[in-house]
């Protein structure tokens, strides 16, 4: 922060010099603007177009994901595909299904392990708010509790067309967001006891 | 003669596999761009003194703002089940309503069974085939009842409504639906 208000700059000189602060400031938004942010377009479009995602599928929402899959509602349209190694290659946690406690702790695991970036998506009633099962002592009434989630698809299940649909909402995300950005991150209950 | 028949299920197998590289059979519905959709007037409903149900895919509610009475019976029924419906109070002057409050659905609860169409006694609730519903945020999926007073007449993201023609020789192909 300078002490005179003259510059623009964000980048505090301790030599002070109104010339170089704001040469360095103009630069700066000349670089982001012709390079950073097509570089960054770029990069986005190479990640929105190959979400892969982890086949965790807990209960009866799977089978629409499935069935989102198959030949007449093809996800792979989208660059969804199902086809990948391990869970550390891809980049979308897809939740399906009813989260009881017991598998919030794996579920929590499973987010933790997937590199950088990496978007989540809360699929059918069960996993946006406990569902039909809200009243249940074991159901986590909504996995964003544990877990950041990007885009919420109602449904119980939801058809393969909804899926699909929260798909490109998440793609229209990803294109609009800031490729620099650091990740959200929720403490877990274990780390929540520590704090 | 079993190799026989074994040497010609294999090449009539092939021959099939093969035939979807000479002519194009296609099957997917190319979703953004097309959509089967039955007729909009068909809604999910209960009409008691016919003794009828109207059936259809389940979606986004309607609320007939000149029908409700604000008895509460969906709330009621729906509390067993998902707790999805709060009844709201809305501005106006309603002649059949005079607390003035209507359903508000929670779609991130809704469990789309359809249950609280079927517990309204004056046909004041409806269900739409309208689907698209996902949101970024959760408290956004928390429907108002204003609304759910309309039902929704066009389809977001430009989609074309399609119908499903069936050809023995290139499959079930989707052909845009021409405009009545």
Known sequence: MSASGRSKASISFPFGGGGAAAFVGKLREVLIKNVASPLGYVINWGRLYSLWPVHLETACCSVELGAAAGAR???ERFGVLEAFGSLRQCDLLIVLGTVTRKMMKRLRVVWEQMPEPKWCVAVGACSISGGLYTDSYNVVQGVDMEIPVDVYVPGCPPSPRQMLYGILLLQNKIVNSDVMARPK???SKSEARLI | MRALDFITGLLKTIASGMSHLL???RMTLRYPEVLITPAPEELFGYKPREARVTNGPRGKHFVDFSKCTGCRLCEIMCNGIAEAIAMVKVEGDFKQNKRKIFPSVDYGRCVFCGLCVDACPF???????YEELADYDRNALWYHAKDLREVPKELPLDIKPAELVLDPKR??????????
């Open chain 2, 23 to 25: 002519v194009r059979k």
């Open chain 2, 171 to 180: 499959g079930a192909y989707h052909v845009p639906k021409r405009p009545r």
């Open chain 1, 185 to 187: 991150r929720i403490p």
């Open chain 2, 123 to 129: 046909e004041a609730l409806y269900m739409t085939q």
């Open chain 1, 73 to 75: 509602w093809d996800m």
